[in-house]
């Protein structure tokens, strides 16, 4: 079976958009699917890991330009490569929201002409038996869509994420963008033969507002973990003191405010372990940087730059605990990529997420249970104070949800396809 897999997000990029990517197309290729992959050339972007160009398992990488904002600043004759980098970590989100907002459903579609230019030329040259869009961003789908109706090649589509349904971070500026983009999600979901989403609750979610007949036509493929990437994986040096870890981006909604609160009550009531740290593994703005200075325990907390997908790993594997946030108004299908991983690691969890949603449940049957909401500085300072004093237990891994497990699903469906 030959796939064209288009993904904006591929190696060099690093992060959990280009790691589901990698993986899947590696462990299609290991099930007999061999995929040609569209992607975008270098662009400017924080998250970058060239060890994931080893894993490239595509039979053949098609790289084009594009108008977007992050394609067009690394052209940039002015703008090198760090500045810009700094420019946008310090530029507050507000403005950044602003900027997203002008463009119809998302800020890549200028990518959508030169995705659909370079398809055709594909299609021109190979046969297909399916066109495989990963979703976001969401203006890919236009350029699929667009190529699936020409070609009368079958669409599948894959959603990282919520599309307009993500309640508590609204990119569409104004009504007729937001109609526009609605209008575009319900045609992409009713043309594609297959609807592939990371939680099961994208998937529900969907077909509750979109029309139930779409439930038929859904698959549930995780994130999940590589078991490959803790092979021979060299241990971290352990630091001295209690570490609490968080690896990943902090934004829209996700805040660290109520977390520093209640570790700063803990630490004036001597409750903490000598030399507890907070430590931040990934690349943070301006806003989360200020939440530091403003929050008592400065000294405490240490920001670490972005590390290769594999050094984060090792040190999650040297932390005594895990942190992860997400905030209450998040959809209740929102699991973000990293508990996957922090469930493989088998370490405590202090889980700052909303009580009834699909990370909850999750955590719940690994027998993760120091949940609370982030918003909460109270039921924090329980959790954190009740993981501390309890110390290490056995917590399960879900291993049905590995990676290769996971995208073995998948092959099986898009072979059936056929």
């Not at 020409?150 to 349904?165: C, F, P, T």
Request: charged share 25%.
């Amino acid at each position: 079976m030959r796939v064209l897999y288009i993904s904006y997000f591929y190696p060099p990029l690093g992060g959990p958009a280009v790691l589901r990517n990698v993986k899947t197309v590696k462990y299609l290729a290991e099930s007999g699917i061999s995929c040609d992959v569209i992607t975008v050339r270098d662009i400017e972007y924080l998250y970058r890991d060239e060890s994931l160009l080893a894993e490239c398992r595509e039979d053949k990488l098609i790289r084009t330009d594009s108008w977007d904002p992050m394609a067009l600043l690394k052209k940039s004759q002015t703008a090198t490569a760090k500045g810009s980098s700094r420019l946008y970590l310090n530029t507050p989100e507000k403005i950044k929201l602003l900027v997203r907002r002008m463009y119809p459903i998302d800020n890549k579609i200028g990518w959508v002409p030169h995705l659909v230019k370079a398809g055709r030329k594909a299609i021109a040259e190979k046969d297909y038996d399916l066109i495989y869009v990963s979703l976001g961003p969401f203006s890919s789908a236009l350029g699929a869509y667009k190529l699936s109706k020409e070609s009368g090649i079958s669409l599948a589509i894959d959603l990282r994420d919520y599309w307009n349904l993500l309640s508590d971070y609204e990119l569409q500026g104004s009504i007729l963008h937001r109609k526009f983009s609605r209008h575009w999600e319900e045609k992409v979901y009713r043309h594609s033969k297959l609807i592939v989403t990371a939680t099961r609750g994208i998937g529900e979610d969907a077909a509750s507002a979109y029309g139930s007949d779409l439930a038929a036509k859904m698959i549930t493929i995780y994130n999940g973990w590589d078991e490959a990437d803790f092979a021979d994986l060299p241990a971290a040096p352990k630091s001295t003191g209690y570490t609490l870890a968080y690896f990943g981006n902090i934004y829209a909604r996700r805040s660290f405010q109520h977390l520093y609160r209640a570790v700063r009550r803990l630490k004036e009531e001597n409750a903490v372990p000598e030399n507890t740290r907070v430590r931040l593994f990934g690349n943070f703005f301006k806003e989360t940087l200020d939440e530091i200075a403003g929050s008592g325990i400065a000294g405490m907390i240490e920001t670490i730059p972005q590390l290769t997908h594999r050094g984060a790993l090792r040190e999650m594997l040297a932390s005594d605990a895990l942190l992860l946030a997400i905030n209450s108004s998040s959809p209740r299908g929102t699991l973000t990529s990293k508990i996957f991983e922090y469930l493989r690691t088998q370490k405590p969890i202090l889980a700052m997420v909303p009580a009834q949603n699909e990370a909850a449940a999750l955590l719940r049957k690994c027998g993760q249970e120091n949940l609370c909401a982030m918003e909460s500085a109270e039921s924090i300072y329980q959790c954190l104070k009740n993981l501390i004093n309890t110390g290490h237990k056995d917590y399960s891994i879900p291993w049905e949800l590995e990676r290769k497990n996971q995208v073995g699903i998948l092959a099986e469906k898009l072979k059936s396809l056929g």
